[in-house]
């Protein structure tokens, strides 16, 4: 591996790390100073600080399936890895390096309340359209995710991603 691919992957996990401390210094922070209160107003009838305590998946979906949530984490972290050592170090790919950063931080995020506390601490609501409570790691998937999207199907070409094949050379090679 080159010099360069190696300082890109060595700042995708500095990033990844820095992403999870702010993502667990935000959910201790909800816990020490929202936990069994009364929800803290930011904006009345706008958005709001309220902590819950989420054993399910998004939207309250999948209850009690803190197996199959850290499964599905650690595959998403492995395609992810992969996806980003595969990566050449163009300049045209590094915002791919942040969003699929950006995913990784908030799986590991979620994972780690998952692991730690067999739930997710969650406390950002946006009481203006009742949407569910959420927390910064959310945020990081979401958001990412949904530009990772925009990218795939507007911007890089069939051919910009082809560095991303699961089959071997040999495989390749005989085809």
Known sequence: ???????WILLDILGIC????LDQYTKYLAVIHLKDKPAYIIFNGVLELNYLENKGAAFGMLQNQKAFFIFVAVVILGVIGYVLIKTPDHK???????LLSLIAAGAIGNMIDRI???YVVDFIYFVLINFP?????????TVS????VILLLFVYKENDL????FKS????ELK
């Open 1 to 7: 591996m080159r010099l360069k691919k190696k300082l």
């Open 18 to 21: 820095a992403l999870v401390a």
């Open 92 to 98: 045209k790919y590094r915002i791919m390096h942040l």
């Open 116 to 118: 730690r506390l067999n």
């Open 133 to 141: 409570i959420f927390n910064v790691a959310d945020i990081y998937v």
């Open 145 to 148: 995710t949904v530009f990772l």
């Open 162 to 165: 082809s560095f991303i094949s």
């Open 169 to 172: 050379k040999r495989y390749r």
